[in-house]
């Protein structure tokens, strides 16, 4: 499957102790920054052949589907061919970085642009995705133009013209554009340019053709994709290298190194030294309820749960804080299940913020967690099978932003002497991406150890975890298998 281009009583009493302790616990001229030999070595972010890495956002495709491609590969070049309008979007997100990126206009000189911080596509006018974009127009090399972000420079009633009743801004009646600081820094139309962003922390430093032409500070967003625009004119790119910057900061992820070695692999259960999945920006599917599914949620009633300490408001339902995980009154064993969970930005603190979990027949946890902030071990975070294993990539939304999970669960099968036939299987989405892929599960959730298997009824309550924060649910519907 493509990623983006366009996880009664006796036995889940034995589990109670494994959740019970997971629970527990003005700028002057500066010279083009070189390229020094560091252990963050350049990455290409296109390999020359096709558009891997990438997706792109063409409105006009949503209308006409066979309307050609506004971005191709020729000759071993990236190619903007300028209409239909849109974006070519990196699939990964990216924050602290040195972009370098060759361009030059193939006939006529025209628009252009490089997006960085890029997050909510068709953020503004129905086809500008949120983001600061570093412009590349001719003549006009080296601009900032907010869109549904700012950016700061120290000069701006100078360089930011304002209409009498505008301010500056990124939105659609503010003051959005920022000039640059030079002039005739660009070569003649047909010959190559170099343009290199730095992104480090607030600031946006943007070189074209070794002249320092740029600098914002203050920006109102320092993380997001990267996108290439198609905006009227032909633009061919032959080198797109990224290099994260050597002076970033360097999180430690929160993990364990006392605990055991997962069956099959070098890491502890836990292992803060395990390889973090990279962050992808994905999209909440909300999903309608095919025929034959049984609503659980659908922002009125709480009928199909056992839990009344958990509350609805604004059509979703809130987890108690200590007031006990969310469990349904009917059993289920092979299935498909839809949810929509939202993570509060007031409840977003430290590494394990935002923490819940789906269990599965009340015993096979896959994560719920701020990803999009959080450094927690990679068994734990967002996507993974607790415990077990990572996602294959992050593509939660931002804290405050709505996500979707769309989960097929294959139940363990046993003999009639209680021997495991067949494990558990995960095949997940997370808001559309997929996240794991047939995996089996090692056995039930575990915190701190190794999971066993023990034979069980084909079918239990699905279970909503309370790990302490009010994370939100709604559209939550499920169909046997």
Same mark, same amino acid.
């Given at each position: 499957?493509? $990623?983006?281009?366009?996880?009664?009583?006796?036995?889940?009493?034995?589990?109670?102790?494994?959740?019970? &302790?997971?629970?527990?616990?003005?700028?002057?001229?500066?010279?083009?920054?070189?390229?020094?030999? *560091? =252990?963050?070595?350049?990455?290409?972010?296109?390999?020359?052949?096709?558009?891997?890495?990438?997706?792109?956002?063409?409105?006009?495709?949503?209308?006409?589907?066979?309307?050609?491609?506004?971005? $191709?590969?020729?000759?071993?070049?990236?190619?903007?061919?300028?209409?239909?309008?849109?974006?070519? $979007? *990196?699939?990964?997100?990216?924050?602290?970085?040195?972009?370098?990126?060759?361009?030059?206009?193939?006939?006529?000189?025209?628009?252009?642009?490089?997006?960085?911080?890029?997050?909510?596509?068709?953020?503004?006018?129905?086809?500008?995705?949120?983001?600061?974009?570093?412009?590349?127009?001719? =003549?006009?090399?080296?601009?900032?133009?907010?869109?549904?972000?700012?950016?700061?420079?120290?000069?701006?009633?100078?360089?930011?013209?304002?209409?009498?009743?505008?301010?500056?801004?990124?939105?659609?009646?503010?003051?959005?554009?920022?000039?640059?600081?030079?002039?005739?820094?660009?070569?003649?139309?047909?010959?190559?340019? =170099?343009?290199?962003?730095?992104?480090?922390?607030?600031?946006?430093?943007?070189?074209?053709?070794?002249?320092?032409?740029?600098?914002? #500070?203050?920006?109102?967003?320092?993380?997001?994709?990267? &996108?290439?625009?198609?905006?009227?004119?032909?633009?061919?790119?032959?080198?797109?290298?990224?290099?994260?910057?050597?002076?970033?900061?360097?999180?430690?992820?929160?993990?364990?190194?006392? #605990?055991?070695?997962?069956?099959? *692999?070098?890491?502890?259960?836990?292992?803060?030294?395990?390889?973090?999945?990279?962050?992808?920006?994905?999209?909440?599917?909300?999903?309608?309820?095919?025929?034959?599914?049984?609503?659980?949620?659908?922002?009125?009633?709480?009928? &199909?749960?056992?839990?009344?300490?958990?509350?609805?408001?604004?059509? &979703?339902?809130?987890?108690?804080?200590?007031?006990?995980?969310?469990?349904?009154?009917?059993?289920?064993?092979?299935?498909?299940?839809?949810?929509?969970?939202?993570?509060?930005?007031?409840?977003?603190?430290?590494?394990?913020?935002?923490?819940?979990?789906?269990?599965?027949?009340?015993?096979?946890?896959?994560?719920?967690?701020?990803?999009?902030?959080?450094?927690? !071990?990679?068994?734990?975070?967002?996507?993974?099978? !607790?415990?077990? #294993?990572?996602?294959?990539?992050? /593509?939660?939304?931002?804290?405050?932003?709505?996500?979707?999970?769309? $989960?097929?669960?294959?139940?363990?099968?046993?003999?009639?002497?209680?021997?495991?036939?067949?494990?558990?299987?995960?095949?997940?989405?997370?808001?559309?991406?997929?996240?794991?892929?047939?995996?089996?599960?090692?056995?039930?959730? #575990?915190?701190?150890?190794? /999971?066993? !298997?023990?034979?069980?009824?084909?079918?239990?309550?699905?279970?909503?975890?309370?790990?302490?924060?009010?994370?939100?649910?709604?559209?939550?519907?499920?169909?046997?298998?």
């Amino acid at each position: 499957m493509k $990623i983006l281009h366009s996880s009664l009583l006796a036995l889940c009493l034995a589990a109670a102790g494994h959740l019970q &302790a997971e629970e527990a616990a003005a700028p002057a001229a500066a010279a083009a920054p070189a390229l020094q030999a *560091t =252990t963050n070595l350049p990455m290409s972010l296109f390999n020359g052949k096709d558009l891997s890495g990438w997706h792109s956002d063409v409105p006009e495709k949503d209308k006409n589907p066979n309307v050609k491609d506004s971005f $191709i590969v020729r000759d071993g070049m990236l190619v903007s061919l300028g209409n239909p309008g849109g974006h070519l $979007i *990196t699939d990964a997100i990216y924050e602290n970085y040195r972009l370098e990126v060759q361009y030059r206009f193939a006939g006529k000189p025209g628009n252009c642009g490089v997006l960085v911080h890029a997050s909510k596509p068709r953020a503004l006018y129905g086809m500008f995705p949120q983001s600061i974009e570093c412009q590349m127009q001719h =003549t006009m090399a080296g601009d900032f133009w907010c869109i549904e972000e700012n950016i700061e420079v120290p000069d701006m009633e100078k360089r930011r013209p304002k209409g009498k009743d505008q301010k500056f801004g990124g939105g659609p009646n503010d003051a959005r554009q920022i000039w640059n600081l030079t002039d005739n820094s660009e070569k003649p139309v047909g010959e190559w340019n =170099t343009m290199i962003i730095e992104c480090k922390a607030d600031t946006v430093k943007i070189w074209v053709n070794g002249d320092f032409v740029n600098e914002g #500070t203050k920006s109102t967003v320092v993380r997001g994709q990267i &996108a290439l625009q198609a905006e009227g004119s032909e633009v061919e790119f032959r080198k797109v290298e990224l290099t994260r910057l050597d002076e970033q900061k360097v999180v430690k992820a929160h993990g364990f190194k006392d #605990t055991p070695i997962l069956p099959g *692999t070098k890491w502890h259960v836990h292992d803060p030294d395990r390889p973090q999945p990279v962050q992808v920006k994905g999209e909440c599917r909300t999903t309608p309820a095919p025929a034959g599914a049984k609503v659980l949620f659908d922002g009125k009633s709480l009928d &199909a749960f056992s839990n009344t300490k958990w509350e609805i408001k604004d059509g &979703a339902m809130v987890a108690k804080p200590g007031g006990g995980s969310q469990v349904t009154k009917e059993a289920f064993g092979d299935c498909q299940l839809h949810l929509e969970f939202m993570i509060p930005k007031s409840c977003c603190k430290g590494d394990q913020s935002g923490n819940s979990g789906v269990f599965l027949m009340g015993l096979y946890e896959i994560q719920i967690l701020n990803g999009w902030e959080s450094c927690t !071990y990679a068994d734990g975070t967002v996507g993974a099978i !607790y415990g077990q #294993t990572p996602p294959l990539v992050k /593509a939660c939304n931002p804290p405050d932003e709505w996500n979707s999970y769309d $989960i097929t669960f294959t139940a363990p099968k046993f003999d009639a002497d209680g021997k495991l036939l067949s494990p558990a299987k995960f095949t997940a989405l997370l808001n559309g991406v997929l996240v794991q892929n047939g995996t089996e599960s090692q056995g039930p959730c #575990t915190y701190r150890g190794l /999971a066993h !298997y023990s034979a069980h009824a084909p079918k239990l309550p699905l279970q909503l975890q309370d790990h302490g924060d009010p994370v939100n649910f709604r559209n939550i519907w499920i169909k046997d298998l």
